[in-house]
């Protein structure tokens, strides 16, 4: 049956009769809005200007009203003219036998006027219920309506004392001779809205030949009436004192519209700048004159495009081609406006991309990403095409099984249900065997139970693990039509819906897991090498266990939720790959992530995003503690990236139409994107940086050049945005011919940074004498990057929004990052230090070279001292580290933080490399004394500065704090008998000097009066 709407609750009292529903209309629905659907605001503007001047004035006088845009009010304010008890035209659609026999719907329900209680005017109709259900029903051939229009419906609605009961607006065509005209009828849900009126509509489906009229049915149904499935009970439960207010139904005509893209899915691919085009077909029988408004906006709801174009009368075919500004996912509008007011809209979702399409087969030894096909209403088909299109090489499609026929209603009612059942599977079987000749990498889902047989065994219909337990002969023959088809080309099975789509039904007991393992030894049976897996959701706990009998678990989806932080994906990940290396067990990934609609689209996709890489980080982590061991068995799965849409692109729910479509959500293009990129190349390390900086280090794509994404054909840079278009991760030349260029792959991000910060960077040497390094957004788009000084280092600046860089040189940018110096800890004493600089050399070749410690560090007054002054020459071997000691001082006055330890490193390998300056962090302080400064200003202008000093040490210490500020007298405080774990604070006051002070710094220093220790630090009063 046809969806329909129920909207939340408007204003109560609001005024007038047609013009406060309109009003409400209008602004809970909202134009062009994915929730309320095409053209119903602007159907309710043309309305309101319908009601102000009739007749209209682009409609001649001669055409009837089923022609015009305003179809008909009812707004039941009648009393003066009516005596009857109900509007004219309605009647109460009561048992009635044998006129009308209506079990369920006893003749004291009866419908009446009501003028105590009304949504606007003086009068609404009031359906009121003592056991049963009650109808008020609009009689055949009062709304006409012509054949081949589109119709919308509206109404008030407000109950009292319902709870159980519901209130409905129903509505379905009618020939010439008054018959209902099967499959035209269309129900909102049950309202109940105790003492608030609630604005429901309903979109009917274009009027079939031979409608003559609509017929409309406003009703108040106890639990059973509800179940449209089966018949009324009299011992069910029902509500003896309930009632529901219908007022200002209304009902008008639309245009059919539809919005059409190019191509079988909405991926659009290449390089060009507006590789989009749009046809949108309107027809319309008002006869009123028709404009086509096309709006085009991205991933944050930002225009980018907009254009108007005038339509022929009665509508007509349009095109538009909008110009994208770069790769992403966007949205096209398409709103239809009449002389007074939009009357439809349409809208579709696309992504722009690299368009990689298949890339080369991958070595199953490979982690991968995949996506979920959640819905199983969908065709699969499509969705694979969407996917193989945007590059991603697995795919999970859900399956479905016959009922046995033991659980069949006996008679023509249990044949026709088998009918549709093995109707519905075998297109599946079809849709699933076209899959199987890509190269997807293809899951089978068994999601669901068919709903007789869960009824008749009282199932959980989302607990298909559950056929374990009962006779073979219930599912085993038609899980094996499945096997015998599949069970060759197929090797992936899943037993359950993902943890995301139901709940946590796997309770890790043995006694849980072991109808799993039932069906998983049929499936293996005939499946070679299967990998079966269940679902799991990581807040559950405890890992899964392996029984003792029946069947182990093969493998194990698990859901990381979104509330899940950064730190706990990957405890919980280190968890999860123990488990499954310890057993050689399937582990598949699904990444969890908030709710688009609250969250944002945009945040949405830098969540995921952010979520994948430290995913593929804890997998490469493992890789490297144990090489091989989690390759095949790992994959990284996006659940619910595509969104069901009905004809006008508004996204809908539940049982799906022949009209509805899959659109990509924007976090398919990202998820797209990552996959291309990642698949098939090695994790190789890590750079953490201050400011949140996460970079992930991976080696060379092990397809080969030109594979799966790094290629000019997977959206590399054009001629006319680079100069040139270069091999696997190398950046053309300006005359075409590629550059030497790194195969390496970096991904960096700023962890936790506020958009809307600045200043953070991932800075250092990553592309190789003579390359370039190219930057990729999460889209595919790409931007060249320019070194920031002679000695070729780059600055890349980072956002939460995580970024690719290709052409990177993997081995120097470990060595750059990994020169650290040990101890990296430095007591504030001043004395000379001992320390190494360590060099690790991750070339397959010996490296040589030297590194030098410029003089010139610190205060110009007070500059570090270094031995030796002469640089200090390295040669390591593959693989291997080595420590070059020195020694170093600075001045009693240094302040203690983190410092950068300034480097000069040349570098010999294969090659040469130019002199990098390379700067190796390290901390200045006391590691059992603190010392935090913060400050104040008074409004008498007194400068207050508060000093709170911590002894974390293992004795007590008598310390005293000096504080120096310019042209200010210096001001000492002691603390005595300072005891381990405690804090004490010193107050410093500067009365009246808050004129000379602002903006400069004071600094404090820390003595220990026993000893060399010191600690200074400043703080800039603001």
Known sequence: MPRSRTKAKPRPGAPGPAAGLVAAVAALLGWGSTAGGAGVAGAAGAMSAARSAQPEPNRPAHRPASAGRYVHVFDFEERAQNPDPVPRGWFRAQDNPPERPRPGFPAWNAAVFDDTVRRSGQTSVRVGVNGGSGSLRLAPGVVQVLPGAQYLMTAAVRTSAAARAGAVV?????????????????????????????????????????????????????????????????????????????????????????????????????AGPAPARFELDVSDQTGEALTARFTLTDTDGREVSRESIALAMGGGRVEWRPRLPARGWYRVSAEVSGPTARVGSATRSFLWTDGAG??????????????????????????????????????????????????????????????????????RRQAVEALATTSLDLTLSLDRLPEPLWQEYRLDPNDPAALGDQPPELWRPQLQRWLDLMGQRVSRWRIGPSARSTAQWLTGSSASVRPAGVLRTVVEASVPAARVTVPWIATYGRLPARPAR??????????????????????????????????????????????????????????????????????????????????????????????????????????????????????????????????????????????????????????????????PSAGGLAPSETGGVGGAGGVGGSDGEPEPGGDGMLLAWAQGLPAESGGVALEGYFAPP??????????????????????????????????????????????????TIDPSFVPSVAAQHEAALVLTNPWPRRIFGSVQLPSNQGPASRPWQFSPSTPLQFSIAPGQSQRLPFAFSFSASEEAGR????????????????????????????????IQLSSTVTPEGDVVVLATLTNSGAGPRTLTVDLVAANQPRQVQQASNLQPGEAIVRRFVYRGQAGAMIGKRVRATLNDIEGLERLNKTIKIQ
């Open 170 to 270: 129903s509505a379905r065509f009618m020939d010439n001779a008054g018959q209902t005209i099967g499959g035209t009828q269309v129900r909102t849900e049950p309202v109940r809205s105790e003492g608030d009126w609630t604005l429901v509509w309903l979109r009917l489906p274009v009027a079939p030949r031979g409608a003559a009229s609509l017929q409309i049915d406003l009703e108040l149904l106890q639990p059973g009436a509800l179940s449209q499935d089966r018949q009324q009970s009299a011992l069910e439960r029902q509500d003896l004192a309930a009632t529901a207010w219908f007022d200002d139904v209304a009902v008008f005509q639309l245009p059919q519209i539809e919005l059409r893209m190019d191509g079988p899915v909405p991926v659009v691919s290449g």
């Open 358 to 427: 298949d890339g080369p087969g991958l070595e199953p030894s490979r982690p991968r990403m995949g996506v979920i096909l959640a819905d199983p209403e969908a065709d699969p088909v499509p969705v694979g095409s969407m996917v193989r299109s945007l590059g991603i090489q697995g795919l999970t499609v859900p399956i479905a099984l016959e009922s046995p026929e033991s659980v069949l209603p006996a008679g023509p009612e249990g044949q026709a249900l088998a009918a549709r059942e093995l109707a519905a599977v075998r297109a």
């Open 550 to 711: 029946g069947g182990g678990l093969e493998g194990v989806e698990v859901l990381i939720p979104a509330s899940f932080p950064p730190r706990a994906i990957e405890a919980e990940l280190s968890r999860w790959l123990e488990w499954s290396r310890g057993r050689g067990a399937t582990l598949d990934v699904i990444i969890g992530l908030p709710d688009e609609e609250g969250f944002g689209r945009a945040a949405t996709v830098v969540e995921a995003a952010q979520r994948a890489a430290l995913v593929w980080r804890e997998v490469g982590r493992a890789q490297l503690a144990e090489p091989g061991h989690a390759g095949a068995s790992v994959r990284t799965l996006l659940d619910h990236p595509f969104v069901r849409v009905d004809a006008s692109g508004a996204e809908v729910a539940g049982a799906g139409a022949a009209s509805d479509r899959l659109e990509p959500r924007a976090v398919l293009g990202a998820w797209a994107t990552l996959s291309q990129h990642l698949a098939d190349r090695p994790y190789l390390g890590e750079i953490i940086g201050e400011g949140g900086v996460r970079c992930l280090i991976f080696g060379p794509s092990q397809a080969g050049p030109g594979s799966l994404g790094d290629s």
């Open 770 to 819: 003579g390359g370039r390094l190219v930057q990729v957004d999460l889209f595919g788009n790409r931007t060249q990057l320019e070194p920031i000084d002679p000695t070729r280092r780059y600055r890349v600046p980072l956002s939460p929004e995580p970024v690719i860089i290709l052409g990177a040189d993997a081995a120097l940018t470990r060595f750059t990052s990994g020169l």
């Open 899 to 930: 410092r950068d330890l300034r480097t000069i490193v040349k570098l010999q390998t294969d090659r040469a490399f130019e002199p990098m300056q390379i700067d190796v962090p390290l901390t200045i302080g006391l590691r059992d004394l603190d």
